[in-house]
């Protein structure tokens, strides 16, 4: 859409109305790069957590906490 167009159209808007117009096109540009950016972060690789778990017995304690218990 030309910007002229979009200029005569803005002009008859009320002070409310191009703020709201000016807020909309932030939330559109916001969610635009936000978009780009979570599905780059939410990739994930399997088996990232190999290797974490402290003991193979989930009841016995972990050797680093048994001082506290």
């Known amino acids: 859409m030309p910007i002229d ?22 939330f559109l540009i916001f969610q635009n790069s936000s978009n780009n950016t979570s599905q ?5 690789t399997p088996g990232g957590l190999d290797g974490v778990i402290l003991t193979e ?10 001082e506290y218990i």
Do not use: G, M
């Open 40 to 44: 780059i972060q939410n990739q994930r």
């Open 57 to 66: 017995d989930f009841d016995e304690t972990p050797d680093c906490f048994k």
């Open 5 to 26: 167009i979009l200029e005569k159209k803005l002009e008859k808007l009320s002070e409310s109305q191009k703020q709201s117009v000016f807020d909309y096109i932030n």
